[in-house]
């Protein structure tokens, strides 16, 4: 018997036109917007920045945004991630403890916003958490739950006050031997933004990007209605959704323990880390999505919200302007800050909307 939440899936997928993992496509189609005229719609599918990106352009150069902004996604990747050699990240872990270290406009400018966010969550955002990634390394073959006493020695290498940073020539520096920065929490919302740059200088006025479940709109749909974005259900695969909300130019991204985790012994281990503990974080939490105009910042924001647990993180939030969030619990309630009210559905009876922060 299909649940409510599986027939608006199902709705949700046919609108966004979701396509294979791991392939690329492109499709045209002409399409009768509002105007009368025939527009058209290109979609594309890449593996970059270790998830499945989805796009979707309504335009006359639709085709060519898609492509530009594919290029820019991959000239990020290639700065940003800690798994590519050459990457300037890498160059950092390797080399920051002895030298400084010059970046991109781009990596210096993501390093920088995350020291923010480590100063404003007093260190539970931690862009140095590297160390501590590598020795869980959850989401990789190698998982592995680690001794108390080799989470203690690798706590001790984390500490965003001993990153520095230099404006003058946009370089980078630790104060301690073996230290390592992890962008895993905020480089996707950065680059999601870069691509909202290039469709809007386009003049393109319908959009979809999906980077790994950060969602980010255009406008609205085609037909001029609002783009209807699901909420996923943290207790199931990804594709599942508990509940959805309608937006136009925004962004939702969503942080959770569904995402990248193991089990040992009937124990989930997810890939946020506390720097705190050492430990994946413990809390009510099963995810938390933040809805904003700027991808960069709620992508930042959704894993801080996540560590930070539910009460922090709202008290956090509400003094932030434009920016709202959806919290679910481990009872499966579900919290909205004011701004939400009434805009989102839930679409699973197991859950239930509960007043009060």
């Known amino acids: 018997m299909f649940k409510k939440r599986n027939i608006i899936l199902f709705v949700i997928i046919i609108t966004l036109s979701i396509t294979i993992v791991g392939c690329q496509s492109s499709e045209k189609d002409k399409t009768n917007i509002n105007s009368g005229n025939n527009i058209t719609k290109e979609k594309s599918s890449e593996f970059l920045m270790d998830t499945k990106v989805d796009m979707q352009v309504y335009g006359e150069k639709a085709q060519e945004v898609i492509n530009n902004s594919f290029v820019r996604m991959r000239e990020i990747e290639n700065e940003m991630s800690k798994n590519i050699k050459k990457s300037e990240i890498s160059k950092i872990n390797n080399n920051a403890a002895n030298q400084w ?12 916003k995350a020291l923010e966010y480590a100063r404003l969550t007093n260190g539970r955002f931690d862009p140095t958490i590297g160390p501590l990634v590598e020795l869980w390394g959850i ?3 190698e998982a592995r739950i680690p001794s108390a006493g080799e989470i203690e020695k690798t706590k001790k290498l984390v500490n965003y006050k001993n990153l520095k940073l230099n404006k003058e020539d946009n370089s980078i520096k630790f104060e301690k031997e073996n230290m390592k920065i992890d962008l895993g929490g905020i480089a996707k919302g950065y680059a999601a933004d870069e691509v909202r740059n290039i469709v809007k200088n386009a003049g393109i006025g319908s959009a979809y ?4 479940g950060n969602v980010l709109v255009i406008g609205g749909k085609e037909d001029g209605t609002p783009w209807k974005i699901g909420i996923q259900d ?12 309608e937006i136009r130019d925004k962004t939702v991204v969503t942080s959770g323990n569904y995402e990248r985790y193991f089990r040992k012994d009937g124990v989930l281990y997810h890939h946020i880390l506390n720097p705190e503990t050492g430990k994946p974080s413990r809390n009510e939490l099963l995810s938390v999505s933040i809805i904003s105009k700027d991808s960069f910042e709620a992508d930042v924001l959704s894993t801080s919200a996540f560590i930070l647990g539910r009460k ?9 302007e434009g920016i709202e969030a959806i919290f679910v619990t481990k009872n499966n309630n579900v919290y909205l800050t004011p701004g939400l009210k009434g805009k989102v559905e839930i679409l699973d009876s197991d859950f239930k909307l509960t007043e009060g922060d």
């Open 234 to 245: 943290p207790r199931e695969a990804r594709g599942s959704v508990m509940a959805s909300l």
């Open 209 to 212: 990007v999906n980077l790994g």
């Open 139 to 141: 989401g990789t073959s």
């Open 312 to 320: 922090e993180a709202y008290d956090f939030i509400k003094h932030r």
């Open 101 to 112: 270290v010059r970046v991109s406009k781009d990596t210096f400018k993501v390093i920088e």
